[in-house]
């Protein structure tokens, strides 16, 4: 079994950083939801926000650094610019080193990157200014959390959006990378 | 009963409009991701519109203008947050104030990052 660099990096991005961060939301949200009085002793409280602190910086830093590296290192193979001798219309094998090119060859494929990539490459860099609000606001309240119920709420409602989109993101990105991936 | 109850005082503060410390800080993050998600959209559909804007917007050729939508995005999200921060020390608006105008702006992001409403509002607006 080979990797190239760029299946590394696709890698990175979309099972490394991504994965984790849509992983740890599991563990976020249920720390935000279980941050009750009545469900939790004083010094579980006190246990707990500090395990959400760290838990939601760090999943800031993950997302962020997953639309970075998805942005600015595996984004520019995908949509490079195949030579002029290679047929754009067909998909040809020398076609598949250019995964947008080879997508939008086909109409059966064409969507994949009209819809899918358009939506994913757009929608994914709303997910690190959520994840941030969402770490600030823990980090802001902190033991607060466990008796300001609007400030929870609005906490997790963020979050879930947050989840929602990268979850759009993730699953694009994994068709396309089935469809065109890039090698 | 009340299953879930906060302290008379805090319960005395909301009610008077007081905003707390940690609400203030909420609410300067909370608008500007939303201020950050509108730019995003507008950029997005931008770009979609306007040729000359879609050049300024290419500020990496292997990105294409998705370096520029992101990058002004994120300023937008930074500048505000900053911006905010200070100035909702001095007078900051409710915490529920601020999530409807975060809600807001969030919808606009996403709406106008969603191929389908982009494209069609570029088609409208400038058809090819």
Known sequence: MHLTDRELWTLIHGMGFGALYLLAFAGGIAGLYSLRTKLVTVEGIVDRVSRLRWGSAVMAVCVWLTVFVGTFIVYPWYRATPPETIDTKVQSAELLDYPRYWLLASEKTAEYHHFGMEWKEHVAWITPFLATVVAVGVFAYGKELSTDKRARYILMGLFILSFALSGVAGLFGALITKAAPIL | ?128
């Open chain 2, 1 to 128: 009963m009340a299953t879930q109850s906060i302290p008379a005082e805090q319960a005395a503060e909301q009610a008077a409009g007081y905003v707390s410390a940690a609400d203030r800080v909420m609410n300067a993050a909370m608008i500007a991701s939303g201020i950050g998600s509108a730019v995003l959209g507008l950029m997005v559909l931008g770009a979609e519109v306007n040729g000359g804007l879609k050049a300024f917007l290419t500020w990496d050729k292997g990105v294409g203008p998705l370096a520029g939508k992101a990058g002004v995005a994120v300023i937008a999200f930074l500048i505000s947050w900053v911006a905010m921060h200070f100035a909702f020390q001095k007078q900051s608006p409710r915490l529920m104030t601020a999530l409807w105008i975060t809600v807001g702006l969030l919808a606009v992001g996403v709406a106008l990052t969603f191929p389908p409403i982009y494209m069609g509002i570029a088609a409208l607006i400038a058809p090819h």
